[in-house]
C-alpha cells in the first residue's frame, strides 16, 4: 500500500477501463473490477481526490470523466457531511453497543448474524460476497448496496453490526463512506428513501451469476425520531510560521502537498489509528501506507521521520492535517494545529444536506 502503487493503478484504470466507467460501473462482473479500485489510496489520501479528478480530466476530458468525477465526489461528500452531522457518527458507535449486547441476549439473532457473516445465510450472491469481503477486503460499489440491503431489510440485522463488519474488513473502511452509506441503504440519510436489493437487478449486473430467491423487496425504510444534528464546520487553523512538527495519520499522506504555508517541517511523526477492531489485513495496509507517507516525508522535508514515540512531546509547534470525524481524530493531541486543504474548504461547506448541491458545484471545484 504505497504512493507510488496507487499512481500506477490511477494510470493503468485512466489508460484502460476508465473510458468505460459510466457505461460499466455498475457491473459486478466478478473477475477485474470495472470500477478503479483506487478506495484504499484515497481513503488514505495516499492520492488527493483533487489529483485524481486532474488526472482523469486530463486523460478523458471533461465529458468522458464526468461520471467518474462525480463518484470521486461522493467522497468528498460524504467527509463533509459527516463534518457537519458528527452525530450520525456518535449514534452509530451507541446504537452498535447496543446491537452488540442483543447479540449477547438473543440466540436467535446471534444465530442469523454468525450465517451472515460467515457466508451460510443460503442466499445466492449473498453468500459469496461475505466471503469476498472476509478473503479480499473488497467489494464494488453495487455489491456493497446489496449486501447492505439484503442484511437489513431481508435478514433483518441491525444495520450498525453490518456497518461494523465492513469497517473491520475492507481495505478502504472510511468513517464517513461507509456509515453513511449503511444510512442511505436503510433509508436514514435520505429520509424515508431506501435502497431495496432486487433479484432481477442483480440478476442483471451480475450478468447472470447470481439471482437470489426470498429477498424482500417489500420492506419499508428505517426511521429514526429526529435526525443527526447539523453543526457549523469546525474552524481550520492557519499553519504557524517557522518550525513545526508535522504529524502524520491515516487520513492524509501525502504530505507534500499540504497548504504548510511558511512553516517549515523540522520532524515528523506518525499517529497509527485503525479502526476499532481492524482486522489484520487492514492493519498491515495502514502500516504499510504510513511507512510509506513517512519516507516521502523525510525526503520531502530533509528531516527525520518515524512513528511517534509513546509519551512524545514537542519544543515546536505540532501541526497536522485536518482529521475528519474517526480514529484518527479521536487520539491527535488537543495542542495540534490542524490544517484543511482548500479542497475540503470549498467542498465541505457544501454537502450539509443531499449530494446533488455539491454536484452542481463540481465544474467550479474542478476549474472544468
Ligand atoms: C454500504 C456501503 C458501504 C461503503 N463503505 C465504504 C467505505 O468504507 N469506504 C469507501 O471508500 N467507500 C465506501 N463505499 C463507497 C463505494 O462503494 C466505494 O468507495 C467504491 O466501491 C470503491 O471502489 P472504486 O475505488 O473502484 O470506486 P470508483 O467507482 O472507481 O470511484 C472512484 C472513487 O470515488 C469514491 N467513490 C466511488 N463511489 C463512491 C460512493 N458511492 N461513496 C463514496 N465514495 C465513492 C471512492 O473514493 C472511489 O475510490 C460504501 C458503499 C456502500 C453502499
Known amino acids: 500500500m504505497t504512493r507510488s502503487a496507487g499512481l500506477d493503478a490511477l494510470a493503468a484504470f485512466l489508460a484502460g477501463r476508465g473510458a468505460a466507467y459510466a457505461a460499466d460501473r455498475n457491473t459486478d462482473p466478478g473477475s477485474e473490477p470495472t470500477t478503479s479500485a483506487l478506495s484504499p489510496y484515497l481513503r488514505r489520501r495516499l492520492l488527493t481526490e483533487e489529483e485524481v479528478v486532474r488526472a482523469a480530466l486530463d486523460a478523458l476530458g471533461e465529458r468522458g470523466s464526468e461520471a467518474f468525477i462525480a463518484e ?10 459527516l463534518e457537519t452531522h458528527p452525530e450520525a457518527w456518535s449514534r ?16 436467535g439473532l446471534r444465530r442469523t448474524y454468525d450465517r451472515a457473516v460467515e457466508g451460510r445465510t443460503g442466499i445466492d450472491g449473498f453468500d459469496s460476497w461475505a466471503g469476498q469481503l472476509v478473503e479480499a477486503g473488497w467489494l464494488h460499489n453495487h455489491v456493497r448496496m446489496w449486501f447492505a440491503s439484503i442484511w437489513i431489510f431481508t435478514l433483518r440485522l441491525p444495520w450498525e453490526l453490518g456497518a461494523d463488519h465492513f469497517l473491520r474488513h475492507l481495505l478502504d473502511g472510511d468513517p464517513a463512506s461507509n456509515t453513511l452509506s449503511w444510512r442511505w441503504v436503510a433509508g436514514l440519510h435520505t429520509r424515508g428513501k431506501h435502497y431495496l436489493a432486487r433479484r432481477e437487478n442483480i440478476r442483471r449486473y451480475t450478468q447472470g451469476r447470481h439471482e437470489p430467491a426470498g429477498l424482500d423487496e417489500e420492506a419499508g425504510p428505517l426511521e ?19 518550525p513545526v512538527a508535522l504529524l502524520m495519520h491515516l487520513d492524509d499522506l501525502h504530505p507534500e502537498s499540504l497548504p504548510l504555508g511558511r512553516a517549515e517541517v523540522v520532524r515528523v511523526w506518525g499517529l497509527l489509528a485503525h479502526a476499532d477492531g481492524a482486522m489484520e489485513r487492514v492493519r498491515a495496509a495502514d502500516a504499510a501506507a504510513m511507512a510509506d507517507g513517512l519516507g516521502r516525508a523525510a525526503a ?15 519544543d515546536v509547534p505540532v501541526v497536522a492535517a485536518w482529521a475528519p470525524v474517526g480514529p484518527s481524530a479521536d487520539v491527535l493531541p488537543s495542542r495540534c494545529q490542524r490544517v484543511r486543504r482548500p479542497w475540503d474548504e470549498r467542498a465541505w461547506p457544501l454537502s450539509t444536506r443531499g449530494f446533488f448541491r455539491l454536484k452542481r458545484a463540481i465544474p467550479d471545484l474542478t476549474g472544468a
Do not use: M, N, Q
Not at 72 to 81: I, P, Q
Open 72 to 81: 470521486v465526489f461522493w467522497r468528498t461528500y460524504f467527509k463533509g457531511h
Open 92 to 107: 452509530y458507535r451507541v446504537g452498535l453497543a447496543d446491537a452488540r449486547a442483543r447479540l449477547a441476549a438473543e440466540p
Open 224 to 242: 429514526e425520531t429526529i435526525p443527526p444534528r447539523e453543526v457549523p464546520l469546525s474552524r481550520a487553523d492557519a499553519p504557524p510560521d517557522g
Open 300 to 314: 520531502h522535508f530533509g528531516c527525520p521521520a518515524e512513528p511517534a514515540p509513546a509519551g512524545w512531546t514537542e
